[in-house]
RNA sequence: GACUCGGUAGCUCAGCUGGAUAGAGCAACGGCCUUCUAAGCCGUCGGUCGGGGGUUCGAAUCCCUUCCGAGUCGCCA
């Protein structure tokens, strides 16, 4: 990892305080020095590339290379070096392994929750994901939002901040006049009793279909969405309804997912508050008619934002705005995270715009969490088509495959179906977390369910394999040999745990569960290279207290860490 | 056409606030279960970092240009 753990930060930053103050202190120079990880490892823990220096202080190499060396014998951490030497401009220190190791595996045993950090005290953040649109199935496009929200506000939350979680259903709009034509006037209400979310979803695309045919359906769907807005009690009726059945729905989903929030608080909420910001709009001469519509116009060559339709009904981003001042007013949020994807980058670029232009502040607290489409033959997957991959068919077979593993691996497994649905789900959404989240991916299936390599179910087998070793073993924390902690394999687990903290940090800094989910693999993957290698439950007591001690810690990441992206921490599989 | 994002090994991706021989996983091939779960471990094979310029002691990383892919661009959300 790039940006290193807890501990070393710390050596790190002292030694460039200390060499520039040194720089300054005797040639009068400022020089920024940089203090970096080498690439290779046989190359030490530290390196400090000289170049700067040479070029600022017009002298030569290896004499710079010398004065800076001296000066690093200096340092508070000395006694943390084993060894400096230098190589083609670098100059490399290799850490004591063994006073490193005690500093860490100390700081580990003094915190109740490794990794937790104060960034977040007294500070909210209002997150608004999953935000299915109403009466559609749930499909794997949905599940992005859903599982980066989610782990998102878990990573905050560990982090100290308190976090307002909105699924912001997507219950309003055009489309709800669109599906109300089709229903009376093509619907089968016992079909659509039966089987809701299906039947409306059938009679959304057929609308299109018809649509093409005869475009005229799109004003009277037009028509029928004004009405709604304005309270029709026919069209409320319905709309209630199927707003209803698709909740229920998604419960289900979210229930598997383990998924909570704070507020349903759809689109349509915001029905009654929007005029409010109409008005403003009015008030600060900000709302112009154009083409019979109403916009605010933006500077940055940005397209005008379009506040009001000719007919006088709303639109998204008017929504958005009301929902943003209520979310402002009611939580007095530090910041509002919308995670929505790519596609709708300028819906957001606007909507901080206008806020901007209405003389608010904290527009700069308005983030865009945009994540890549899920593609289908390269494009995107169209709902108007009927084009669309529903996440339970998913789950489904992710459980399936999860099964098969284990009846062929470990057949005398209890509760297999329980683990099987465990470890499908996790893996899942695993899959969906471990690249970055901008990344387009590709629907593919069996890339979702694979179980092998870099998974879900590998940080799941790790930590089962960890939790198999411990099994009753009570652990002794005060009873350890730090002399032990000095192998290759085992100081490489303690390098990555002390940057656990730091992962999380960044994580929330980029908004990215990705960071986290490959820092868990490195560990896993380390901890695996470890087992390999040495034996835990040897006969000598310290040894074995020592080992397993360690190995706890990377279990207890591993689960925390699991966890924090919304996956399930099982004991055997 | 304009704007945004992307192009790194056969595939999926890390690395991108410039640093040393470009890293993982999958796939392929070869090893390792009478030591704690082999969903694992070890090894081999595999890359002109889309192309071309530039800046620099040093470029996958910064700048320019060009090609390719995706998305978006006033009455959908």
């Given at each position: 990892m790039l940006w290193g753990g807890k501990m070393i930060n710390i050596i790190k930053n002292t030694i460039k305080k200390e060499l520039e103050l040194f720089l300054f202190n005797t040639y009068n120079q400022e020089i920024e020095i940089t203090v970096e990880k080498p690439k290779n490892q046989k190359m030490g823990d530290i390196s400090i590339p000289v170049f700067s220096a040479v070029k600022v202080l017009r002298k030569p190499l290896p004499q710079v290379v010398e004065t800076i060396s001296e000066q690093i014998k200096n340092s508070e951490y000395y006694n943390y070096f084993d060894k400096i030497n230098s190589v083609s401009g670098f100059i490399n220190i290799t850490l004591n392994k063994g006073i490193f190791a005690k500093s860490i595996i100390k700081e580990v045993q003094q915190t109740k929750n490794f990794g937790e950090s104060n960034l977040g005290e007294g500070k909210t953040i209002v997150m608004d994901y999953s935000s299915p649109n109403i009466a559609k199935p749930f499909s794997v496009g949905h599940l992005r939002s859903t599982v980066i929200g989610h782990a998102i506000g878990n990573i905050l939350e560990k982090l100290n901040y308190e976090v307002v979680r909105v699924n912001?259903?997507?219950?309003?709009?055009t489309q709800f006049g669109k599906i109300i034509y089709a229903y009376l006037n093509h619907g089968d209400k016992d079909k659509v009793e039966e089987n809701p979310i299906e039947e409306l979803m059938k009679l959304y695309v057929d609308f299109h279909e018809r649509a093409k045919e005869d475009p005229s359906i799109e004003d009277e769907a037009r028509k029928i969405f004004k009405e709604l807005e304005q309270g029709n009690p026919k069209y409320v009726k319905l709309w209630e309804h199927f707003r209803e059945v698709s909740l229920e729905e998604y419960m289900k989903v979210y229930e598997i997912l383990d998924v909570k929030f704070?507020?349903?608080?759809?689109?349509?909420?915001y029905n009654d508050k929007m005029k409010a910001v109409v008005d403003e709009l009015i008030e600060k001469n900000l709302l112009v008619k154009d083409e019979g519509a109403m916009i605010v116009s933006l500077s940055d060559n940005l397209p005008p934002a379009l506040i009001q339709k000719s007919d006088g009904s709303t639109l998204y981003i008017t929504r958005d705005l009301a929902a943003l001042f209520y979310r402002k007013n009611t939580y007095d949020f530090d910041e509002v995270l919308y995670v929505v994807g790519n596609e709708q980058k300028l819906h957001f670029t606007q909507l901080r715009e206008v806020v901007k232009t209405m003389g608010y502040d904290y527009y700069e607290d308005i983030h865009h969490i945009n994540f890549g489409l899920v593609l289908q033959d390269g494009k995107k997957m169209a709902t108007r088509k009927g084009k669309i991959v529903r996440l339970m068919d998913v789950l489904q077979e992710a459980k399936k495959l999860s099964l098969n593993y284990i009846n062929e691996k470990?057949?005398?497994?209890?509760?297999k179906e329980e683990i099987a649905e465990k470890v499908g789900v996790s893996a899942i959404v695993f899959n969906d977390l471990k690249n970055y989240r901008a990344n387009d991916i590709e629907f593919n299936l069996s890339d979702m369910v694979n179980?092998?390599?870099?998974?879900g179910p590998y940080l799941q087998y790790t930590s089962v394999r960890i939790t198999s070793i411990i099994e009753e073993n009570v652990i002794d924390k005060e009873n350890l040999d730090y002399k032990l902690y000095t192998s290759d394999a085992s100081f490489e687990l303690i390098k990555t745990i002390d940057e656990y903290p730091e992962i999380l940090i960044k994580a929330k800094e980029e908004y990215s569960p990705s960071i986290l989910a490959k820092y868990l693999l490195t560990l896993a993957s380390y901890f695996n290279t470890y087992y390999a290698q040495e034996k835990v439950m040897v006969e000598d007591l310290i040894e074995r207290n020592t080992k397993l001690f360690l190995i706890s810690i990377v279990r207890d990441i591993l689960d925390d860490g699991m966890k924090l992206l919304g996956m399930q921490v099982i004991k055997k599989m």
């Open positions: 912001h259903l997507g219950d309003f709009g704070n507020s349903y608080n759809g689109e349509a909420f470990n057949p005398t497994l209890e509760n179980f092998v390599g870099q998974t």
